[in-house]
């Protein structure tokens, strides 16, 4: 069983920046995908970035590309998500999560069924 802490949330003006933590109790395996979530009040929880385990693929949401970047340390089973250039529309709960098993395809999937392990999230408030 992995739990997931995630931390590094604030209160940010728009066009700041934030870096999120996302730490693993024990360790991630290869190829396993750790994917960035977020939701805000009143809608859906989306995927914002993928992330595989090993292989360093990274893929983002359209709404994040080119703004969020998400990195690994190993050393601490820990995976950063970067967030620059925030927008108001970014505001919501972050949440980390990761698959059981190793995953084969080209890129992370962005499907919430796919993860198995979440962690209790961290606010991002970005205003205008």
């Known amino acids: 069983q992995v739990q997931l802490m995630e931390s590094g949330g604030g209160s940010v003006q728009a066009g700041g920046s934030l870096r999120l933590s996302c730490a693993a109790s024990?360790?991630?395996?290869?190829?396993?995908?750790m994917a960035w979530f977020r939701q805000a009040p009143g809608k859906e929880r989306e995927a914002v970035a993928g992330?595989?385990?090993?292989?360093?693929?990274?893929n983002y949401a359209d709404s994040v590309a080119g703004r969020f970047a998400v990195s690994q340390d190993n050393a601490n089973n820990t995976v950063y998500l970067q967030l620059d250039s925030l927008k108001p529309e970014d505001t919501g709960m972050y949440y980390c999560?990761?698959?059981?098993?190793?995953?084969?395809?080209?890129?992370?999937?962005?499907?919430?069924?796919?993860?198995?392990?979440w962690g209790q999230g961290t606010q991002v408030t970005v205003s205008s």
């Open positions: 024990a360790y991630i395996a290869v190829s396993s995908c």
């Open positions: 992330y595989q385990i090993g292989s360093g693929r990274s």
């Open positions: 999560a990761a698959t059981s098993t190793r995953w084969f395809g080209a890129f992370c999937p962005f499907l919430r069924d796919t993860y198995i392990y």
